[in-house]
């Protein structure tokens, strides 16, 4: 089996490319010296107010469609898949439990969203890909990050592996210049190295936020473990954001899609010309 969400991804990175830029604009003209709370907050705001204009382009259902081409090879000629599978639309959830303060800016990241999975044969099948990331903001200040709090160092062997940081700085004094996030996955990470790259702004790599959508909708980021996401992702204690594709109850259309039917559509369609 294959699977094609290379589009959607795409989309994806497009929309939180578009709501970062905007966030830091808005710190720059509006804000300064805004925690890690606050941004994660703000950032979070401006990702609906980005996907809510991706929606009414039909975005997500073109890339969709896309993506379906792939899954056969662009072996589809002209066949309308746009009809069948408009109205699919993002939802940016933000669910505020309680805060900063007794989480340590801990907040969980969850992604739902449809992908085509396909044996290269004549039909292929779109399901739901659910994933969360657990995620922990640190903000520089000193020229280094704030460290792990208490709980977060005792967990860290447990969770490193469906676990990233995202770090905040400004580029300037008054704390106006947010600059663009940075991300690191944790898995593969022993706690002291993670302890002294906060220390010293000393991490070998980071990733944007572009490239972090796009590993967790390639599998290669956090985690789809239903046990593990209820123990140490969703909790009553952290913020939960929910970037979530769908369609509208009454708009949900066929799951499988057939070239055959395809075929038979195209040719009853050249007949009545």
């Not at 700085?169 to 022993?190: H, I, M, N």
């Amino acid at each position: 089996m294959n699977t094609h969400c290379s589009n959607l991804s795409q989309a994806s990175a497009r929309c939180f490319r578009t709501a970062e830029a905007t966030l830091r604009q808005i710190i720059l003209e509006k804000y300064h010296a805004l925690n890690e709370e606050m941004i994660t907050h703000l950032f979070w705001c401006e990702l609906r107010n980005a996907a809510h204009q991706m929606n009414r382009s039909d975005a997500w259902s073109h890339a969709l469609c896309e993506d379906i081409a792939s899954a056969f090879h662009h072996r589809v000629g002209s066949f309308d898949f746009q009809h069948d599978y408009a109205g699919l639309c993002c939802e940016v959830q933000l669910h505020n439990k309680q805060r900063e303060g007794k989480t340590g800016g801990d907040f969980g990241l969850f992604v739902s969203v449809p992908r085509v999975v396909s044996n290269y044969s004549n039909s292929c099948e779109i399901e739901m890909m659910d994933r969360a990331l657990l995620v922990q903001a640190k903000l520089e200040a000193n020229g280094k990050f704030n460290k792990l709090t208490p709980n977060q160092v005792t967990q860290f062997p447990e969770r490193r592996d469906f676990m990233a940081l995202a770090l905040y700085s400004y580029d300037d004094d008054p704390k106006q210049r947010l600059r663009p996030f940075e991300w690191v996955a944790c898995a593969g990470y022993e706690l002291a190295a993670v302890t002294q790259d906060l220390r010293h702004r000393s991490f070998d790599s980071t990733m944007n936020s572009e490239v972090i959508i796009s590993r967790l909708y390639e599998n290669r980021l956090g985690t789809d473990d239903r046990v593990i996401i209820q123990k140490h992702i969703e909790s009553h204690k952290r913020p939960e954001f929910r970037f979530v594709l769908r369609w509208p109850d009454n708009r949900r259309p066929e799951m499988k899609v057939s070239l055959r039917n395809y075929h038979r559509q195209t040719l009853r369609e050249q007949i009545r010309v």
